[in-house]
C-alpha cells in the first residue's frame, strides 16, 4: 500500500491573520506552511502524521504532494525527519489563484510516480485531536470491505455542518449511503463529518482522472465534490470508519480559532491522561421469568447495590492486567491452603474476564468500523459479589470493564448501543470463556435497574436482541437474598435442558412459554403495586423450573433455602442458576427471624437495595477529573 500526504494548499486566512498579528506573539510563524505550525504540545502537525505512517510494514512508500512557493519548507522537513526527499512532489503551482485542486494533486503523485497500488490519502495539515490511533487497525478494516473507506468523526456540537463532508452512514454495513459537501443546515440528521483521510482501491483510481476532465476549475477539484459523484451518483461501494477523536482543517479556521483547538485538543488528553476512569456494575436477581431467557421466553430482573463488580483503567506504557490479590491467588499459605481455597473457589478467577474482555472489545471495534487510538493501559478489578450462587458476579466484571474501555477510547452509546453491548458482554462469556449464561444478566447490567426483557423468536432474528424496556422501581416492596456460604459451581443447575429444549420436547417447551405468561402477568402486578400477586407469580416460578430441571439438578442446599423461606410465608424463588435464593416476606416483621434463621442453617442472609440509576446517589462511574492546563505554542 502507498501514502500519499497532501499539503499543497495555499495563502490562508490563518496565514495572513499570523502575518498580520500586532502582539508579536506568532511572529516566528509568519510564512510558515500549515502542515508545518505547531500542533498539540508545540510538534509539528505534519510531524504527528509522518510518525503515524512511518511504518514500513504498512506502506511500501510514502510521498508528500506540495507546491512550488513552499517546497523549500517541506525540503528543508524532510532533510531533518529523514523522510525521502525525493518522494516530495512539486505541483508547480504558486497562488491559490493557480492551485490545481486536492483531487488533482493526488493524481499527479499517481500518475508521476506511475503508482500501480492501493493508496492511503491524507491531508498532512488536519489538526488532529489525537493521532495516537491504530493505523493498522484501518489497512485490515479497508482490505475488509469490497471498497473505498473515507475516514469520519462525530462534529462537536459547536462545529456546523455546512463546513464539513457530511456522511450518512449503514449502521449494519458500514456503508456510507450518501455524502453531501457542505450541505445547508437541516438539509442531514447526520453529525459524522469526512476528513481528507482515505483509502482507494487501486482499480479505483482511474476514476480520479474521469473526475478531473468534468471539473475544469480547482474549486470543483476537492474530494468533496468526487466522493459527491461516486457515492450519489456512480454509486460506488464506499465504506466508513470512525475515529473517536476530533478533527481540525487548519486551512479554514484563523487564529483565533487554531489557538482555541490547541487548547481544546491539549485538555481533552491531559484529562483523558491524568485521570483513572472506575466503573462499576451490580449484581441482578431474576425477579420472573428465568431461566427462559436462553430459551426465547421473557424475564424480569433487578439491578442490586448490596454487591458489585468494580474495574479501574489507567493510561500506562504498557497493557497490564492486575490480578486480584483474592480472586487470583498465586502466592499461598501451605499446600493444605492451596488446596481449600481451590476447591472452594475453584481455578478460575477474574483475570481471565479482563483479558477475553480486552480481546473481543478490539475485535468488536474492528467489526463495526471504528479506529482506537494505539494507547495502553492497565486493569485492575475488586468485586464483592459471591461466586457461583447465580448473581451475574462474572458478566459484571465483564460489564465494568466494557464500560472503562468504552470511556477510555471516547465511545459513546451511538457507536456501541445498548443492546449491542449486552450481547457482547454475553460473546465474551459464552464464546471466549465457554460459561454457560443467558442474555437477562447482561441486558440489565447494561440497561441497569428493574428491566422486562422480551427475547421471542422472531424479535432475536429480526434485530438480533429482544426488547428490553425499563419499569418503575419506586415503592418496591423489602426483597431479600439468601444464599450458600459454600455453594457448588452454579452452572451445573441448567443440566441438560436445552438439549431437550432444541429437540422439541413437549415439556421443557411449553414450560418456557409459561415463563413468559408469568413474566407478563409479574409486569402487570408491578405496575399495579400487587405485591400479594407478585408473591404468588415468584412461587408459580419456581414451582414451574422445579417440575422441569428436577430436585436432582436444583440441589439439596437450595430446596432447604426455599423449604427454610416457605416455613416463614414468604415467596420464595432462585434469583439466578443456584447457589441463592431470592424471596418476598408481606410481612416485615418477620424478617428479623428468617436472617437467624438463614444464619443458622449457614446460609448469608440480607435485605436488598434496589439499584435504581435514576434516583440512586450511587454512580456507576467512580473517576474524578483533575484540573486542566493552558495550551502553549511552542516550535
Not at 523522510?83 to 483531487?103: C, K, M, Q, Y
Request: charged content about 20%; some cysteine.
Amino acid at each position: 500500500m502507498i501514502c500519499i500526504l497532501l499539503v499543497a494548499g495555499h495563502g490562508t486566512v490563518l496565514e495572513t491573520q499570523i502575518k498580520n498579528d500586532d502582539t508579536g506573539l506568532y511572529n516566528y510563524l509568519t510564512g510558515v506552511p500549515k502542515a508545518l505550525l505547531p500542533g498539540i504540545g508545540g510538534k509539528k502537525i505534519l510531524d504527528f502524521w509522518w510518525e503515524t505512517v512511518n511504518m514500513r510494514q504498512l506502506f511500501t512508500e510514502v510521498y508528500l504532494v506540495t507546491n512550488a512557493d513552499k517546497y523549500k519548507h517541506f525540503e528543508r522537513w524532510a532533510t531533518a525527519n529523514d523522510f525521502p526527499v525525493e518522494n516530495i512532489i512539486n505541483d508547480g503551482s504558486t497562488t491559490l489563484e493557480d492551485r490545481l485542486g486536492a483531487v488533482a494533486d493526488l493524481e499527479l503523485a499517481i500518475r508521476s510516480r506511475k503508482l500501480q497500488d492501493d493508496v492511503m490519502v491524507i491531508a498532512g495539515d488536519m489538526l488532529c485531536a489525537d493521532h495516537n490511533f491504530d493505523i493498522g487497525q484501518v489497512i485490515r478494516f479497508f482490505r475488509s470491505k469490497p471498497g473505498e473507506l473515507i475516514i469520519f468523526y462525530k462534529m462537536e456540537e459547536s462545529e456546523k455542518s455546512s463546513s464539513r463532508g457530511i456522511v450518512e452512514v449503514c449502521r449494519d454495513s458500514n456503508r456510507i449511503t450518501r455524502f453531501l459537501e457542505k450541505p445547508d443546515e437541516g438539509r442531514t440528521s447526520s453529525r459524522f463529518a469526512s476528513v481528507v483521510f482515505y483509502c482507494i482501491q487501486k482499480d479505483t483510481l482511474p476514476y480520479l482522472s474521469d473526475f478531473l476532465s468534468l471539473q475544469t476549475k480547482a474549486p470543483d477539484r476537492s474530494f468533496g465534490k468526487f466522493w459527491e459523484r461516486l457515492i450519489n451518483e456512480n454509486l460506488l461501494e464506499v465504506f466508513g470508519m470512525k475515529l473517536p477523536t476530533g478533527f481540525q482543517l487548519i486551512g479554514q479556521v484563523g487564529l483565533s480559532d487554531y489557538t482555541k483547538w490547541l487548547t481544546c485538543f491539549a485538555i481533552k488528553q491531559e484529562d483523558k491522561s491524568a485521570r483513572p476512569i472506575t466503573f462499576r456494575s451490580y449484581a441482578r436477581v431474576g425477579l420472573m421469568g428465568n431461566p427462559s431467557d436462553g430459551f426465547n421466553g421473557k424475564t424480569i430482573a433487578m439491578s442490586i447495590s448490596n454487591f458489585w463488580a468494580e474495574v479501574t483503567l489507567i493510561e500506562s506504557q504498557t497493557l497490564v492486567l492486575l490480578p486480584h490479590p483474592l480472586n487470583d491467588p498465586t502466592e499461598f499459605g501451605s499446600l493444605q491452603d492451596l488446596f481449600s481455597i481451590s476447591r472452594k473457589e475453584g481455578y478460575l478467577g477474574g483475570l481471565r474476564l479482563l483479558q477475553a474482555t480486552c480481546k473481543k472489545f478490539y475485535q468488536l471495534c474492528s467489526e463495526q468500523g471504528i479506529a482506537l487510538t494505539k494507547q495502553n493501559f492497565t486493569l485492575k478489578y475488586d468485586t464483592n459479589i459471591p461466586r457461583q450462587v447465580g448473581l451475574a458476579g462474572s458478566s459484571a466484571i465483564v460489564s465494568a470493564t466494557l464500560k472503562c474501555l468504552m470511556k477510555f477510547y471516547n465511545l459513546t452509546d451511538d457507536d456501541l448501543p445498548k443492546p449491542i453491548r449486552a450481547n457482547f458482554i454475553l460473546n465474551v462469556e459464552t464464546d471466549e470463556l465457554f460459561i454457560t449464561a443467558g442474555l437477562q444478566d447482561r441486558v440489565v447490567q447494561v440497561y441497569e435497574g428493574l428491566i422486562y426483557m422480551d427475547f421471542s423468536k422472531k424479535l432475536m432474528e429480526e434485530k438480533g436482541y429482544g426488547n428490553y424496556i425499563s419499569m418503575d422501581m419506586c415503592g418496591l416492596p423489602p426483597f431479600w437474598l439468601a444464599y450458600l456460604s459454600d455453594p457448588s459451581d452454579s452452572g451445573r443447575i441448567h443440566s441438560n435442558i436445552r438439549q431437550r429444549w432444541l429437540s422439541g420436547e413437549p415439556l421443557v417447551v411449553e414450560a418456557m412459554e409459561t415463563f413468559a405468561q408469568l413474566t407478563d402477568q409479574a409486569r402487570v402486578a408491578l405496575t399495579d403495586r400487587n405485591w400479594n400477586r407478585l408473591a404468588q407469580l415468584m412461587d408459580q416460578n419456581f414451582e414451574l423450573r422445579r417440575s422441569v430441571y428436577s430436585d436432582e439438578c436444583l440441589g439439596l442446599g437450595n430446596l432447604k433455602m426455599v423449604e427454610l423461606a416457605k416455613q416463614f410465608g414468604s415467596a420464595v424463588k432462585l434469583p439466578g442458576s443456584g447457589g441463592a435464593v431470592f424471596g418476598l416476606c408481606l410481612d416485615p416483621t418477620k424478617l428479623v427471624e428468617m436472617r437467624q434463621a438463614f444464619q443458622e442453617a449457614g446460609c448469608v442472609f440480607c435485605v436488598i437495595s434496589p439499584y435504581n440509576p435514576t434516583t440512586s446517589t450511587v454512580s456507576n462511574q467512580l473517576s474524578t477529573h483533575s484540573a486542566p492546563k493552558t495550551q502553549v505554542l511552542v516550535m
